[in-house]
């Protein structure tokens, strides 16, 4: 059987055609009248009788040659090639039928899909990355092949119907070291039949049968790039910024602007639809180039598909078998053909008797083989008839090709051999002859969605104490920052708690972080510039983290580290409703009656919101110590409900959603250099005020040699050192309260015996004065003049009556 001539000789070549030569015997071809317009052979197959030797090492090669016809006769040979090793095209009558199940042999029941998801949970459960798939079931599955298509084993490199031979140019001496370059292809197939040596025996059935037509077709390529890594760079950074661009024929698409900066793992995620004729447009050309600022581009690297082969095989490569048949969704059925008619189809094609369904649907036989379809509904979504159903299955179990991602090798001309990374890819292939195809697979990259966190910072409790005040105390000035990790540019602080000497701390205080989240894949995205003169920005891929720390502020060295908290949002601890539950393992109910306490985390993005105590920790010695206890409130909204809500920063307007007021701190809880006396005031005097009082006191009584009071000490003191006349003669002067009243009214001169300063004056006493005294009471009166002005005991003096 011969396909036909093709790329490289039709540039050249007027009218052309084969001529097989094998063991003496050759074998010419109807020449191809057109090749620009059809490269095929008027005429598809044809026989050639040969003696060959039983032995294998003894066949003779096959030789091919590509002959033109032109004027006066002239027939150049522009392309040869030489077939050894003919005893792989010995056939061997084998049905591509499906396996030989025992009677009743039964589909396999779908099982319950409760969210479908995109494509991209389709594609991370194959890779096995199950933190970004969130699928309930993986029934749903896609093949991911590490490979190309064409180097499948089980697929047979997709040239079961035909395989292509590369033609070189006749002649012509080569360099050292040089390969020969192919000028052109030849696509067929060939195979050898053993004939009986009696003629009455009828030979052995043709393989080639329901041969697709020599005319070219036109169709509906769709190719699905997905992703890329492992690429060569090309900028100076070791990056590089790749695009993708897509030529079939004539037609080339792809556009320079949509290119993904500064990476060499770049996810495209894009789908091109191109329409071509094949054979005449069966080379597919995929190419990765580097984003330059200024034109030319550089080529990363290329891949080359033959669409030919995809569209003739029968391993039917031209579009993959989902394991579920869909009418809806993002898994909705593709094809043209319903899999009903592409079983059909598929007998046809491989000689096989046509499938036989039930009236219902629930039952077929093909290839010797029954297939049933269980009893009940489906349970995934948007199902189809179970004649569909079961015919798909069937069609599995033929071993077709499935839904797939083939993952392709890059090559560069400049660089032949060396593999310049590799790109993840697909291709459908439809005929225009069968009808319209189905909608397009959605591979559009998840886009994020907007998020606003909103944390308030409610109180403190334990926080560890790393200063000591004037007063020999321990103390702590507590403040509280945060941000999301990844956005340390969005770092905010609460005010200082001053002073605190327990570890507790007031702040009423909120943070507000906006952030950009994947649902589907629980990361943040953090686009960002790595450098000021960088064009593009990079995207970052992190956890939802928020990272708390507590501080002990200080004014003239750096700021203790008193601990840290990190909350990831998606999985939240459990909160304490109370200080005193809050550890960090969680404690055990005492209540056994009380039951579980609930799960151990929980998802924000889920609850909204959520209230308590979470343990603040410190590193020490290899191991984690509670350090602190952090009362918070965290709110998640989406940017619409955001702007509904509008909250500000700390206790700033809007101050809502909840209204904070200014936190109860205690009087001492204050700067010192804003009030140095106040500071005194609640640092030692508050303390130490007994202490204070005696030192003042002792150091106020070393200056006079007496010190009044109104206590009857200082009587008793006054009264030893008088001699006992002068006592005496003071309770005599001092007879009576009125009478010294009146006296100090109307005499400005002091009685006899006393100055005016109250100091009696002895003879010869030389100017010595004791200090001035007040009236005393009689035995048995009062005084009401003493300096104190309240009434005082009488005494006896010594010597009076």
Sequence with gaps: MGSGTRTGIK????????????????????????????????INAFLLPLHLPAEEE?????RLRVLDTQGFGYRPELGQACVRGLGRFCWHRDHPSPPHPAPHQAAEREEEDEDEGDWWSKFYAAMGD???????????????????????????????????????????PLGAGEDPVPVGEFKGLFRLYPLPEDPGVPPPPRHFQELPPSQPQQCLVRVYIVRAFDLSPRDRNGLCDPYVRVSLGAKTLGQRDQYVPNTVEPVFGRMFEVTGTIPLDKDLRVSLLDYDLLPPDQEIGSTTIDLENRLLSRFRAHCGLPCLYRT???????????????????????????????????????GCSTFLLKSGPPTHRHPGAPRERLALHVLRACHLVPEHLETRTLYNSTQPGLEQGKVQMWVDVFPASLGPPGPPVDITPRKPQRYELRCVVWNTRDVDLRDTNVAGQRMSDIYVTGWLDGLEEQRQRTDVHYRSLQGDGSFNWRFVFPFEYLAAERLCVLPRKEHFWSLDE???????????????????????FLGVLELELSRLPQPARRPEDCALM??????????????????????????????????????????????????????????????????EEPNMYPALQPPLRPEGSFLWLQAPLRSLR??????????????????????????????????????????????????????????????????TTAPLGWDLAGVRKHPGSSGVQRPRLPALPQQGGCCRDSPSGCAQRCWDAPGTT
């Excluded at 499948?152 to 997709?158: D, I, M, N, S, T």
């Design 11 to 42: 540039k050249r070549m007027e009218t052309g055609h084969l001529e097989v030569q094998c063991g003496g015997q050759v074998l010419r071809t109807p020449p191809i009248t057109d090749l620009a317009a059809n490269p095929n052979f008027p």
């Design 58 to 62: 003894y066949v003779p090669p096959l």
């Design 130 to 172: 199950t933190a970004k798939s969130h699928r309930g079931t993986h029934r749903d599955s896609l093949k991911v092949y590490s490979c190309e298509l064409e180097a499948v084993p089980e697929f047979e490199g997709l040239q079961d119907f035909c395989q292509t031979f590369p033609l070189y140019q006749p002649g012509g």
């Design 328 to 366: 809806a969704g993002p898994g909705r059925w593709r094809d043209q053909l319903s899999p009903s008619r592409a079983l059909e189809h598929f007998a046809r094609t491989q000689g096989l008797p046509a499938p036989e369904f039930s009236a219902d649907g629930t039952a077929v036989t093909f």
């Design 538 to 560: 990079t995207v970052q891929k992190l956890p939802p983290k928020l990272i708390l720390q507590v501080w002990d502020n200080d004014m003239f060295t750096a700021n203790d």
């Design 586 to 651: 969680p404690r055990a109910s005492r209540w056994p009656w009380r039951g579980a306490r609930g799960p151990p985390h929980l998802s924000l993005f889920r609850q909204k919101r959520v209230k308590g105590w979470w343990p603040c920790t410190v590193q020490e010695g290899g191991k984690r110590r509670l350090s602190g206890k952090l009362e918070l409130s965290l709110e998640l909204l989406k940017a619409k409900e955001a702007e509904e809500r509008p909250a500000g920063k700390g206790r």
């Design 682 to 747: 609640y640092g030692l005097w508050r303390r130490h005020r007994c202490r204070i009082v005696l030192g003042l006191a002792l150091l106020l009584g070393k200056t006079p040699e007496i010190v009044l009071s109104g206590h009857e000490n200082a009587w008793a003191l006054l009264k030893k050192k008088l001699p006992p006349t002068s006592a005496a003669a003071l309770c005599q002067k001092s007879s009576g309260c009125s009478q010294k009243k009146k006296n100090k009214q109307k005499n």
